[in-house]
């Protein structure tokens, strides 16, 4: 099923929130920090993204990523922010850092973290579109594991590009669409491992690296890098790879 495809998603009020998924996230958002509870792979894998992130926005912006503020000033976007797990290490290095999320109590287990932490992250409830329509511009959006869980993909993907600034970089990580994410990131993560709750994800409404990268440069954007996440089970860690047959993670960057 092609991204394009999925249009009769959006509300009236054009947001691309499917609200059973905002249900299943709000059921499990008060675990969002235990490393141990529902959330435990997000925090393995956390490391992984949070690399590829701060390395590109390095790039593109002329930043050291080997200094302890190597964001520092760039503003954030991270849709889709759940508990505020990669929201707060990006405030770390120096980011103004905005979170959105549908789901109330995922925004305020997010605020109570973050105040405790002392760290600044401006989190809110709402929706990337209504951001976009009230002028919200970010030199990064981030949205890590959303895009298969919206209504709507082309939408979504298109409120996510028009939040970019002139010159900044979109960065997204999602699921592929193939039969050996069906086998790993559903039969073997939610049946067998039991690593998510089952029905977490739903296989139909992943998307292909092709599909998203397509509705990416229809918005104008420039691709940039692709890249893999793979689970090494031998030393229980993950890592960037060139297989984007399960997890992968897309750069863009808007013209200036």
Known sequence: MAATARTDGATRDGSTIDP??????EGIARTWWDPKGPMAVLHKFNPVRLAFIRDLAC????RDPKTMRALEGLTVVDIGCGGGVLS???????????????????????RAHAEASGLTVDYRQQTI??????GGRYDIVLAMEVVEHVADVEAFVAA???A????GILMMATLNRTLKSYALAIV?????????????HDWEKFVTPGELGDAIMRCGL???ETTGVTYNPLTDRWSASRDTDVNYMIAADKPA
């Open 129 to 134: 579109e209504a951001l976009v329509a009230e």
């Open 164 to 167: 970019v600034k002139p010159g």
């Open 59 to 62: 790039a593109r912006f002329g």
């Open 222 to 224: 420039d691709l940039g």
């Open 88 to 110: 707060e290490p990006l405030a770390r290095l120096g980011a103004q850092v905005t979170g959105l999320d549908p789901a109330p109590t995922n925004v305020a287990v997010a």
């Open 160 to 162: 996510c590009c028009a």
């Open 188 to 200: 073997g993560a939610e049946y067998v491992l039991r690593w998510l709750p089952r029905g977490t």
């Open 20 to 25: 059973a998924e905002v249900a299943r996230f």
